[in-house]
């Protein structure tokens, strides 16, 4: 495939939309939210996944850690369907992970909703973990 014709299906790719999703475009209040990516990347992407909100990294302290333990447990775990966690590696940042919920799962991404919801009034989301 020539580079322009790639370049051409990356950004159809990006510019899809959850308008075809209208159910979904109604549950989306600022926690969840689509990933977007550079125009210069070149890795696995996640069009059909939102972004939880919820990640850790390589320099993620024990309550980062604990949130995000915490969040996947919430959501069920990860299924390998509805709910992936992304693991991604950069020769300058170290590793990270974030949770991944597919656009059609509207129940699970009402879970991660009200987590961010949570976590905006209160930094842990469980005192206990």
Known sequence: MRYEEW???????????FETQ????????GYVHRRKYPVNYTGATWYEYCSAGIGQNRDSDALEQSNFRVALRELGGEDGENVIVVSEN??????IEWI???REAIDKIEIAEGIGERLADYPILDEDD
């Open 100 to 102: 991944a919920i597919h």
């Open 22 to 29: 209208p159910r979904l475009n109604e549950k989306i209040t």
């Open 90 to 95: 950069h020769w300058t940042v170290g590793w």
């Open 7 to 17: 370049r051409e299906q990356q950004l159809w790719l990006m510019s899809l939309t």
